[in-house]
């Protein structure tokens, strides 16, 4: 027989467990510091994917994340980019976040410049080309790793190729495809070659770029985005048909309209970005967090392209590079 | 001689147990020893797995990362460092895929590298190299490290052809890990292991196993022996296995070595003294790899099982001599008390025999009696000497027989073959029951005969009393309905092979015989049945069967010699009735009966067919008056139309019982509107569900039922029902319409429907205001002054009143004045051909202008088309029912909107 001491101190053991086990599983998720990551652009562009897939990997188990896409890309206008970043404000001001991770430019250009310079809200930025003195970054708030496409050997194998020094670029008429031109442009001056620069705003215009090409020794292609009615399909058939020289590309959804390409990783970003943002999470200040380039990318053959405009590249070249799937036109829809 | 063999093997048990502890202390020592050393060994060989699998990815990493991807210095480099550090690794390989598109630029390429006859191989089972039939794409070695000129006879050697490794090498790509799996035959050593790793195009290994698997390079190949592995490291004879397990292993783990000490000793050693286990399990990338390792066996061992060898023998030839010994003894001992139990056995039979009542007698072979117990001399009444110089059979001549058996008793074969108990009677009146049961040896060979005789005389007379009991009317003494039913059975029978014979069945029942009870009491009506029985048995003895079939009820069977005798028969019986009194001392009876018959045709089959015809002949007889003899025909309609109704009967009970019933609705809308209806009135009718899921109206069964009497019954389950569905629509939008419900004759003569109803409105809560009842004009003038009590009951109680069918009876408006009515309803004959007909036309105009002159309502039933709702409006008529409104449907889908809609 249990006296009425005994009996107590089973009642208080079984309140004891019963109360602790569940108030610490709530305490364990109720503590999930929260990420707030800011896309530039939509789910479904390819290299945003990339970049968000990298991010939640590297980030799962560590924080409570929340998404906001400003869709600038479809909705480049703007009054929608004002509304967008006012949006994303407001989301801020409101659920209070530990980190924001934002990707690519126009997060940073009218979310973090503008409004959060040297806050006590750290932010981790990624997907930015090539440079991030426009912003005036770093800030005291601010780390991030900043995009570098590989275009030094891109050239150098294009040459090597077609032994010309006569190159055009084809790209959208965007303010980021003349910054990438610019940096093409540069290098290819080191490397005497001269690079023409044809903006396209119509897919018609990419059309009959693509086509006065041929007066050329080789093609650079720049990214479709920007350009007005592109059609994926059409584009990879009217370049079978076309093409008669060497086009190479950084742009991984340009592959079924480019021969040859050294192209960018977006989940390199992504996995920077969240590694970061944990650093930041476990206490250190972004100041403290040098910014870092990309490292990453890789190589691409079509060969089917390769095939049509009769270029013969080395068996090193040819055994090394990935080969483009002949069902990729849609790599280049988003 | 048994001491002295008994102290040997005592000494050899303590010798051997001796030697037994002496070589357990060995062994537990060993295998401390051994589980101490084992785990460092295992994880030596552990780590030398890894640190080839770490080489490995190694390899991999670099190739991914290079620029030019594979590099032959390179590989050749790490491999021999691998093969330098682990001497198991026995060889090192590159595996390249090849487009065969490719083969020739790729093949000159291979020239750089110091192979100048490049060429895709496959590898027989013999173990031989053979070129290979053009491939659309190959997985071939094209780096093999140590190169020798044994081994680069391989270079070439397409993996894709070995079925094992290609699934691996597949695996190894689409998971980008590294895949263990057993060597193919005839390639490297059967025991060794294929460490696989894979390697892809371009800088970057893909992310997804799709594109990992469209852009795969090759990859890189380990082969370490396993049996090189352990040899450096496991104790001489140690029993050890290795398997690996992988996806590609059809059946788990795939043995790659195995070995085990099979010496016989060794195997008995191992179940008396288990050797150490030891279990290991080795994740080998996305494969695992299984050691088994057993203790070796020690000397000491071998000693103990000589030993214990030497005390089993001596133990056995102990145990065998001894057993022997007392399974005689034992033996001896048995057969005497089996002598012993077989002398009492046969002294209690006997003893038994002489006290039983049964009698008993045994013969030998040659059925001479040996044996007759006392009760056998007192029932033979015979001495026992003098029975024992008689046979059997003499014995049972005395009896006769008392069944129809095929038993001789003057022959004893048929004796002695009897199948079962026999009665028999003896000369002295005694009833006896024989049973005679064969003796056979174990062989089957006869013996002799054993008959057991029992005085049954008591039972037997009881038996005959409670069978004619049973067969028997107790008043009467005549034939019961059982004997009257056998009898039909048996006449059927043989009315096939006697056809000349006619024979007529009948019921006869008795009218007004209540009324003879009533008056001069029960022991007169009993007086009367037991003169009439006999009156009628001394009249048709030599005719037929009579039975009393219950009560007043008898059952005739006349039978003749042709039709013109039954006929005569027949007409004797009618005359009979007509003229039979019974005389009481205060009073004289007129009886006279009522005659059902039918003539015994081919077409009967059975009792029943029979009997039901005579049944409705009989119902017949009573339909057409008193004191009748009615012959069924099966040509009169009549009798057609009671043989349909009577099939109603089971619908309708079962029906009733199981609440099978349904109820629909119909409208009754005002004529106000000739196109759009908003009813709130509804008629409830009754529908019968049948057997296939399709509802009946009730007109057929109707009649049916009004005839034997169940209308009473259907009208009090329509009425629970319908106030039940009626309370379920309180709260709904039709919880204020009106229903009427339709009475028959029989309840307008139901003195207690009133305090029915009465319970069933408070049951139910049914407001009385919201039903009205429908009588039809015959059922009220047939019941006059009955319905009029029930009409003014229930329209005390709330309840309106409708008349129904008005104008197909005697339609005398003088009867409406002393009718309280609510509701005239015209009869659908005349409003259904009101466009046509002139007649009809006048008939509605003027029972209408009737009611309407007594202030009562006017209903129009069978409106079918609008023309009809016109003239009705026209004529000013209230109210209408038909087709043209709705038709009827269950009345729980009242509350479907859908159902509503139709009826608007």
């Known amino acids: 027989m249990l006296n009425r001491t005994g009996l107590f101190a089973i009642w208080m053991v079984c309140t004891i467990t019963i109360n602790a086990v569940p108030s610490d599983q709530v305490l364990a998720e109720e503590q999930l510091p929260k990420c707030l990551y800011v896309s530039s652009y939509h789910q479904g562009y390819v290299w945003s994917d990339g970049i968000e897939a990298g991010l939640r990997q590297g980030l799962r188990g560590h924080c409570e994340i929340r998404q906001f896409d400003m869709d600038t890309k479809r909705r480049k206008d703007a009054g929608n980019i004002q509304s967008a970043a006012a949006n994303v404000l407001d989301l801020i001001d409101k659920w209070k976040p530990d980190v924001v991770i934002t990707s690519d430019d126009n997060a940073a250009k009218f979310v973090v410049a503008p409004y959060y310079r040297d806050s006590e809200l750290p932010f981790v930025f990624c997907g930015i080309n090539w440079t991030v003195e426009e912003y005036g970054f770093p800030y005291e708030n601010v780390t991030g790793i900043v995009e570098i496409a590989p275009i030094t050997p891109m050239l150098q194998q294009a040459f090597e190729i077609t032994e010309g020094r006569n190159a055009l670029y084809i790209g959208a008429e965007t303010l980021s495809e003349q910054k990438n031109f610019q940096r093409i442009f540069e290098e290819a001056q080191d490397l005497n070659i001269a690079i023409e620069y044809r903006p396209t705003a119509t897919f018609q215009d990419w059309i009959d770029a693509y086509q006065s090409a041929n007066a050329y020794d080789f093609v650079v292609l720049g990214n479709h985005s920007g350009i007005e009615n592109w059609d994926a399909t059409e584009a990879a058939s009217q370049a079978l048909q076309l093409a008669e020289k060497l086009t190479v590309t950084n742009h991984e959804r340009m592959m079924p309209v480019a021969t040859l390409g050294y192209t960018k990783m977006p989940w390199e970003h992504g996995e920077w970005a969240a590694a970061a943002a944990r650093q930041v999470l476990s206490g250190t200040r972004p100041n403290e967090i040098p910014l870092a380039t990309s490292k990453l990318w890789d190589l691409w053959v079509n060969e089917q392209m390769l095939d049509i405009i009769g270029l013969r590249i080395s068996q090193k070249l040819l055994r090394k590079a990935k080969k483009l799937p002949i069902e990729t036109a849609e790599l280049i829809n988003n | ?904």
């Open chain 2, 1 to 904: 001689m048994y001491k002295l063999l008994l102290t040997t093997i005592v000494g050899i048990l303590v010798f051997s147990f001796g030697t037994y502890q002496s070589a357990r202390h060995s062994h537990v020592l060993e295998q401390r020893e051994f589980t101490r050393n084992a785990s460092g060994i295992i994880n030596r060989i552990h780590s030398d797995l890894l640190s080839i699998v770490s080489d490995m990815r190694s390899m991999g990493g670099a190739h991914q990362t290079s620029p030019d991807g594979f590099n032959y210095a390179q590989h050749e480099h790490v491999s021999k460092a691998l093969i330098d550090r682990i001497h198991a690794v026995d060889a090192s390989v590159r595996f390249d895929a090849i487009d065969h598109n490719d083969l020739a630029p790729y093949a000159t390429e291979l020239r750089d590298h110091g192979i100048f006859s490049f060429q895709p191989k496959t590898l027989t089972r013999d173990g031989e190299l053979k070129p290979l039939p053009v491939k659309e794409n190959y997985l071939s070695i094209i780096g093999y490290n140590p190169s020798t000129p044994m081994s680069n006879r391989y270079i070439g050697l397409d993996l894709n052809h070995l079925p094992r490794l290609r699934n691996a090498i597949r695996e190894s790509t689409a998971l980008y890990d590294v895949v263990a799996i057993a060597a193919p035959r005839n390639w490297v050593s059967d025991s060794d292991l294929l460490i696989i790793f894979p390697s892809y195009y371009g800088n970057q290994v893909p992310t997804d196993v799709e594109s990992r698997l469209l852009q795969t390079d090759g990859g890189y190949l380990v082969s370490v022996s396993i049996e090189k592995l352990l040899q450096q490291r496991i104790p001489d004879n140690s029993s050890v296995s290795v398997s690996v397990y992988n996806n590609q292993s059809i059946s788990g783990y795939t043995e790659l070595y195995n070995v085990a000490n099979n010496r016989s000793d060794d195997r008995m050693l191992h179940s008396i003294f288990q050797p150490v286990e030891l279990n290991y399990d080795f994740r080998i990338g996305n494969s695992s790899l299984t050691l088994n390792l057993s203790s070796p066996t020690g000397e000491q061992r071998s000693i103990l099982l000589r030993a214990v060898m030497i005390g089993l023998i001596a133990l056995f030839v102990y145990t065998v001599s001894a057993s022997a010994v007392i399974i005689r003894q034992r033996s001896v001992k048995n057969l005497a008390e089996k002598d012993k139990a077989i002398q009492r056995e046969k002294e209690r039979a006997l003893v038994t025999l002489r006290s039983i009542d049964d009698a008993v007698v045994t013969a030998d072979k040659n059925n001479a009696i040996d044996y007759v117990n006392p009760a056998a001399q007192q029932l033979l009444k015979l001495h026992h000497e003098d029975l024992l110089t008689r046979s059997v059979t003499s014995v049972l001549t005395s009896f006769s027989k008392t069944e129809n058996t095929d038993l001789d008793l003057g022959q004893s074969e048929s004796i002695l073959n009897a199948p079962g108990p026999v009665t028999l009677l003896s000369n002295s009146g005694t009833v006896v029951n024989l049973r005679v049961s064969p003796l056979h040896d174990t062989e089957q060979s006869r013996l002799g005969t054993v008959l057991t005789m029992r005085d049954i005389s008591k039972e037997h007379a009881l038996t005959s009393e409670l069978a004619h009991q049973a067969m028997h009317d107790a008043l009467t003494g005549i034939p019961n309905r059982r004997s009257f039913e056998n009898a039909i059975i048996k006449l059927l029978e043989h009315a096939r092979s006697t056809p000349d014979i006619k024979h007529a069945v009948s019921y006869i029942d008795l009218d007004q015989f209540k009324l003879i009870n009533d008056t001069a009491g029960h022991a007169v009506g009993d007086e009367l049945l037991i003169k009439l029985s006999n009156d009628l048995t001394n009249h048709f003895n030599d005719a037929g069967l009579l039975a009393r079939l219950g009560g007043d009820e008898f059952g005739l069977i006349l039978s003749a010699s042709n039709e013109q005798n039954l006929v005569d028969r027949i007409n004797e019986l009618y005359e009979f009735f007509q003229s039979y009194y019974f005389q009481t001392s205060k009073q004289l009876f007129s009886v006279r009966a009522c005659i059902g018959m039918t003539h015994i045709r081919d077409t009967h089959l059975t009792m029943n067919d029979v009997l039901s015809e005579v049944d409705l002949a009989c119902y017949a007889a009573k339909d057409s008056g008193r004191n009748n003899l009615h012959i069924y025909d099966p040509d009169n309609k009549d009798t057609q139309q009671r043989q349909g109704e009577m099939h109603y009967l089971p619908i309708l009970q079962t029906a009733l019982k199981e609440d099978r019933f349904l109820i629909y609705v119909q409208a009754i809308a005002s004529t106000s509107n000739l196109d759009t209806f908003t009813p709130t009135h509804y008629e409830c009718l009754l529908r019968v569900p049948g057997d296939n899921g399709q509802v009946s109206t009730p007109f057929k069964f109707i009649l049916a039922a009004e005839r034997y009497e169940m209308m009473r019954d259907i009208d009090r389950w329509v009425i629970h029902n319908a106030f039940q569905q009626i309370a379920g629509f309180r709260n709904t939008p039709v919880a204020n319409h009106h229903f009427s419900i339709n009475l028959s004759g029989q309840s307008a003569v139901d003195a207690t429907l009133p305090s029915y109803i009465e319970e069933k409105l408070k049951e139910f809560n049914v407001a009385p205001q919201t039903i009205c009842f429908e009588l039809t004009e015959t059922a009220v003038i047939s019941n006059l002054s009955q319905a009029q009590q029930l009409i003014g009951y229930l329209r005390e109680t709330g309840c309106s009143i409708a008349l129904d069918d008005f104008g197909s009876g005697v339609s005398s408006f003088g009867y409406l004045k002393n009718l309280q009515v609510d509701y005239l309803k015209i009869d659908g004959q005349f409003v259904k051909d009101i466009t046509k007909d002139p007649i009809d036309l006048e008939m509605v105009r003027s029972i209408n202008n009737v009611g309407k002159a007594l202030g009562i309502k006017t209903i129009a039933e069978f409106v079918e088309t609008r023309e009809i709702m016109k003239t009705l409006a026209e004529l000013s008529v209230d109210y209408a029912q038909g087709y043209y409104v709705n038709k009827p449907f269950p009345m729980p889908d009242l509350l479907i909107d859908e159902q509503t809609n139709k009826a608007a």
